[in-house]
């Protein structure tokens, strides 16, 4: 069905049906639509989604409905479409045999006008079957043309939280697949996807730079200057070397340049968006930027798209656009929305939320811990600007 999923055309689900189990599961949209379409008047789409969800509709029950037949309409497309493949639930589960997922993917082989994307939260399942797919082909030349023809498919994971990121990057990258993405929706905490990556350090070429001006490239710097400008640096009056300053901070750019060159032999796709609908968790905008900076300039380009902010923005964004009349004044729309002061580190630190009152924090804490106002506007009120601008890049 045409997809309001703003990265993708359609959406297909031969396999709807899944289980809660990582934290970005709460609020699942899934579960919701999937007790919806069980109540369908169309019968058929009310046979479909039956069972899958418990009868107050707040849970899966862990059931899943297989119908191949499905794809049959990808098949009889001819306009070339990017279609999202499960979105009510995922493909891979303990709970069901390889062979069905199987089933689904050497489908999705065969139709080839289209570029799907095949999204998981169990990615060493999604590793394991393609380990096992490669290890029919054979040879390099039959690899080659495995590679060649999963190209039209984008493996993604779904990351919410840096321990996702932690377990599921090195996952992605064994899957012998030259399109791999990450979805960061809903982003729910700062994550750091260069964290435990070895540095690319072939992405620089051995050139014969000029030495450091400051300690000509020894590394270490004679303690000449004030005490008080080291800080906790300081050395003994015995030490009179320190290692440069400015090698350091070079250093520590150049290794941050490797490890984003090594996060790009990874990926070439990441999709960002905050939670939505009842009881959407915060988003701070610097986990945000933080994300689209880690994966900026890069060789190759990893492609950032920003769907949304989901119900939350930053408070100060949100008057700059009344004032420059993007959107309109609502009466009495401050008194009633939730607004709260939310830490960088994820602590809702302070100010209305559900109903309750906290006090203010004083500038100097707002500055330290990287503390944000943001309101609880809805969805499309919110939009998907960031710092001024769309970012909607998406994989070839």
């Known amino acids: 069905m045409p997809s309001k999923i703003e990265w993708c055309d359609e959406t297909l689900n031969p396999m709807p049906g899944c289980r809660r189990i990582r934290p970005g599961c709460k609020n699942c949209y899934a579960v919701r639509a999937a007790h919806r379409l069980a109540n369908n008047p169309n019968p058929d789409i009310a046979e479909r989604y039956r069972g899958l969800v418990t009868p107050d509709g707040k849970d899966w029950t862990g059931e899943v409905s297989l119908d191949l037949s499905v794809l049959d309409k990808a098949a009889a497309w001819q306009k070339p479409k990017r279609i999202f493949i499960n979105s009510m639930g995922d493909l891979f589960r303990d709970e069901i045999p390889l062979a069905d997922s199987a089933l689904v993917i050497r489908r999705l082989l065969e139709i080839r006008q289209h570029k799907f994307v095949v999204m998981t939260k169990r990615p060493a399942l999604m590793l394991e079957l393609l380990l096992e797919m490669l290890g029919e082909v054979g040879g390099w030349s039959e690899w ?10 984008l493996w993604c994971v779904s990351i919410c939280t840096q321990d996702d990121a932690d377990e599921f990057l090195p996952l992605l990258a064994r899957m012998p697949v030259d399109n791999r993405g990450i979805s960061v929706e809903p982003l729910l905490e700062h994550v750091d996807l260069l964290k435990n990556l070895e540095p690319n350090w072939d992405c620089f070429e051995l050139v014969d730079d000029p030495c450091c001006q400051r300690c000509g490239g020894d590394g270490v710097v004679e303690y000449t200057e004030s005490p008080d400008l080291w800080g906790e640096d300081s050395p003994s009056e015995e030490n009179h070397l320190l290692p440069c300053p400015e090698c350091a901070e070079h250093n520590r750019w150049v290794e941050q340049i490797a490890k984003r060159s090594a996060l790009a032999n990874i990926i ?14 915060l988003i701070h905008p610097d986990w945000v930027r933080s994300i689209r900076d880690q ?22 964004v949100w008057d700059d ?6 959107l309109p004044q609502i009466e009495g729309e401050g008194g009633r929305a939730d607004q709260v002061w939310l830490a960088r580190d994820g602590e809702i630190w302070l100010g209305q939320h559900a109903g309750k009152f906290l006090p203010t924090p004083d500038a100097c804490e707002r500055e330290r811990r990287g503390v944000e106002l943001v309101k609880r506007i809805g969805r499309k009120r919110a939009g998907n600007e960031l710092d001024g601008k769309t970012w909607l890049e998406l994989w070839d």
């Open 144 to 153: 080659l043309a495995f590679r060649k023809a999963t190209e039209h498919i």
């Open 268 to 281: 070439c796709q990441v999709f960002v968006g905050g939670e939505t609908g009842p009881g959407a968790r």
């Open 295 to 316: 994966v900026s300039g890069t060789q190759p380009k990893i492609n950032f798209f920003f769907k949304s902010w989901g119900e939350w923005l930053d408070a100060m």
């Open 321 to 326: 656009l009344i004032v420059e009349g993007k």
